[in-house]
């Protein structure tokens, strides 16, 4: 079977569409942790995708991303707590959904469907923060893995020889 290689516009969307189709995900942006919409007009709760980085590997690539998901906290910080409660939950969701990509395959109704997987353990951290709105909830490393065959034969190149 071949493999059809994902290209980051496929993950970038893959993850924006799993934040747009939550029922409790508001807003879903992505780019820099510096452009996070933090105007008083945004929608909470919020989810930012942040890239970090791709590594290689043998058939794979890793797409590194630092997700950000938060609320609204009250100037008082009254409700602070339930905030971090509900957005954990909302995180453990997308940790969920990208971590059994037996669920995507099903999505598609194509068993030989390429999906994208997230492995190992997830450290969830805190935060709160003060701009126009005050914002509380968590941020996670999050690595995508998608099969990728890097196949030579496409590459535009002519038949030049490289190293002469």
Same mark, same amino acid.
């Given at each position: ?5 994902? !290209? ?47 590594? !290689? ?57 390429p999906v994208y997987f997230a492995e190992g353990d997830f450290t969830l951290e805190p935060f709160t923060e003060r701009f126009d709105q005050a914002v509380s909830g968590w941020v996670f490393q999050l690595p995508i893995t998608v ?18």
């Amino acid at each position: 079977m071949a493999i059809n290689n994902k !290209t980051y516009n496929n993950v970038i969307d893959t993850l924006k569409n799993l934040g747009e189709e939550h029922q409790q995900i508001s807003t879903t942006t992505t780019g820099d942790i510096f452009d996070i919409d933090l105007e008083k007009n945004t929608k909470y709760p919020l989810m930012h995708i942040n890239p970090v980085s791709v590594t !290689t590997r043998r058939t794979e690539l890793v797409y590194n991303f630092q997700i950000f998901i938060m609320d609204m906290v009250k100037n008082d910080d009254s409700n602070e707590q339930e905030v971090y409660s509900e957005i954990l939950s909302i995180c453990i969701d997308v940790i969920s959904i990208m971590s059994n990509s037996k669920w995507q395959s099903q999505l598609t109704l194509d068993i030989d469907a390429p999906v994208y997987f997230a492995e190992g353990d997830f450290t969830l951290e805190p935060f709160t923060e003060r701009f126009d709105q005050a914002v509380s909830g968590w941020v996670f490393q999050l690595p995508i893995t998608v099969e990728n065959n890097f196949q030579s034969c496409a590459i535009p190149m002519d038949n030049t020889l490289i190293g002469e």
